[in-house]
């Protein structure tokens, strides 16, 4: 049986399946691990020689191989963070954004190994010490960033159940419109309580507001406590008017909690570059100070 596809057709196919595969492929399995097996060698190899090179008296930053070491380790730490500037500037192939951030990781962990072994475990109260302490909070607050882009994403996607942010937000204000209808025959007292509810700002709310997500005692649920529990109402058209608005008032709390949880979520995601850019700046100085001293007392 003829084959349904040209040689032509099948070759343009599988270079088809390679990009769509390319696209969906992880920052960290980028090129089939290959920055990982590359930090992965250079940390072994690091490894290697500073157990198998005889340094009198010991091993420390001021031998020949702490030098090598430094400077080895300078040189990754001031490629890497060029980053942030690089990934304004993405481009295709082997060095696209996704393949800089893989060696970005990967390199960066690799630190590590270089930086504590510079070291010759010879740490104190001094600008050395400083600069390999804000290395390693850098790499942590890195981790944490690996963490928080490879999980919470897909926390996103779930929690907005194929809403964008503009419907959720589009849902939220019919949701008012309409409570502020239903409410019209309530008491004063719980009319009062439905206004306190619709004039708070869902998106008000600072860092702290957005990492602690969903609130379990704001206006919009003190206001269906209150009515759940009120038992002034005896006519039926009255008690009508008050499931209406508790339904509706559920519906907001309901709604609010959506958004929160997606506010937190997107806190999470970016809140560590609060940490992790300050402090690679931090260490870019201290590295500069750590430099000059050395060759200053050199």
Not at 5 to 10: K, L, M, P, R, Y
Not at 47 to 75: A, K, Q
Not at 176 to 181: K, S
Request: aromatic share 10%.
């Amino acid at each position: 049986m003829a084959s349904l596809f040209t040689d032509e057709d099948e070759t343009g196919f599988a270079a088809a399946e390679r990009r769509r595969s390319a696209e969906h492929e992880s920052f960290l399995s980028h090129r089939r691990f290959f920055w990982a097996k590359a930090s992965g060698g250079l940390a072994l190899f690091v490894l290697l020689t500073y157990l198998l090179i005889d340094v009198e008296p010991r091993h420390n930053g001021g031998s020949w191989y702490g030098y090598t070491l430094g400077t080895l380790g300078l040189g990754l730490i001031v490629w890497l963070a060029w980053l942030g500037i690089r990934k304004r500037r993405p481009t295709p192939g082997s060095w696209s954004l996704k393949g800089w951030t893989s060696a970005h990781v990967w390199l960066g962990l690799s630190l590590v190994v270089i930086g504590t072994l510079h070291t010759g475990f010879q740490l104190g109260w001094n600008v050395h010490t400083l600069a390999w302490a804000l290395m390693m909070l850098v790499i942590i607050t890195g981790i944490y960033g690996i963490t928080v882009y490879a999980t919470l994403p897909a926390r996103l996607s779930e929690n907005r159940r194929e809403m964008t942010r503009e419907q959720m937000v589009e849902s939220l204000t019919m949701i008012d419109r309409q409570l502020e209808a239903a409410a019209q025959p309530l008491s004063r007292e719980d009319t009062d309580c439905v206004i306190a509810a619709l004039e708070q700002d869902v998106f008000s709310t600072g860092l702290l507001g957005r990492l602690r997500g969903p609130d379990r005692h704001d206006a919009t649920r003190d206001a269906l406590d209150r009515i759940s529990t009120d038992r002034a109402y005896d006519r039926d058209e009255d008690d009508l008017a008050q499931q209406k608005v508790r339904g509706l008032l559920g519906r907001r709390a309901s709604q609010i909690d959506q958004i929160r949880r997606q506010m937190r979520t997107k806190a999470l995601l970016e809140i560590w570059l609060f940490a992790h850019v300050p402090l690679t700046i931090a260490l870019l100085a201290a590295l500069t100070a750590h430099v000059i001293s050395v060759f200053f007392y050199w």
